[in-house]
């Protein structure tokens, strides 16, 4: 008897060490399974925080260069009168004297050289008046007889040569295409303009794009959040 009952002592005995153990084990997996939760999500709080910041720096660098574009490009291109586009026929180019400019030589030195001024006539076509045609915003401003004022360079001769190619070719090609001022405040027409819309829609382009990307990193950041609460909160009322 006294045998049976150490026999059946030991097996209890036995029994609940088992449990004890499996429960330890099972303990053990638990605190690896919480601790890799905690891992990642620690881990995914400064990877989510820095997606936000670069959003934001995106955001801000975009209005920073909207804030450039505006007191340059688009200021100039909205204070333009020469807004109205047509074709002109060239009436007369002719070279009527010689210009002075000066050129740098090194610091603080300064030398003279010359180039020919042209001036070139038109007949506005939708309008039939006669202006003074000039290159741009930069010529009219620099030069109101010249056509074209180039960079004022030593060798005068390329000048010259630069110039009367520039004649030569207004008068092969009559009609070109011109911008006018519809109110007449302005005599003379451009050949060209410096910021027309397409130059204006092409430049804004880029912060518009880096806008866009940062409001959608942004909002991707605060939809995986929003999806990660979700799914906790669905895994609470589950258990």
Request: charged share 20%; aromatic share 8%; hydrophobic share 35%.
């Amino acid at each position: 008897m006294f045998f049976v009952a150490g026999a059946k002592n030991s097996g209890r005995g036995g029994g609940g060490g088992g449990g004890n153990e499996r429960r330890s084990i099972y303990q053990k997996f638990r605190e690896v399974d919480l601790l890799d939760k905690k891992n990642t999500v620690t881990a995914l709080k400064p990877g989510e925080d820095r997606a936000i910041l670069l959003g934001l720096g995106m955001i801000l660098s975009s209005v920073m260069m909207y804030f450039v574009l505006g007191i340059t490009m688009l200021r100039s291109y909205a204070d333009s009168v020469w807004t109205e586009e047509g074709m002109c026929l060239v009436l007369n180019s002719t070279v009527t004297a010689d210009m002075n400019c000066s050129y740098s030589c090194g610091s603080d030195c300064w030398r003279v050289s010359k180039y020919p001024c042209l001036q070139v006539y038109v007949s506005i076509n939708s309008t039939g008046r006669i202006s003074r045609l000039s290159h741009n915003e930069e010529a009219e401003d620099a030069s109101s007889e010249c056509f074209y004022v180039p960079r004022c360079q030593r060798d005068s001769l390329a000048m010259h040569s630069m110039i009367m190619n520039i004649s030569e070719r207004l008068k092969v090609n009559q009609q070109v295409p011109c911008y006018y001022d519809p109110q007449e405040q302005q005599e003379a027409v451009l050949l060209t303009r410096l910021y027309d819309h397409t130059a204006v829609l092409h430049t804004l382009l880029w912060p518009s794009c880096m806008l866009t990307g940062g409001a959608l990193i942004i909002m991707m950041v605060k939809l995986t959040q929003y999806l990660s609460r979700l799914c906790e909160e669905i895994g609470k009322i589950k258990r």
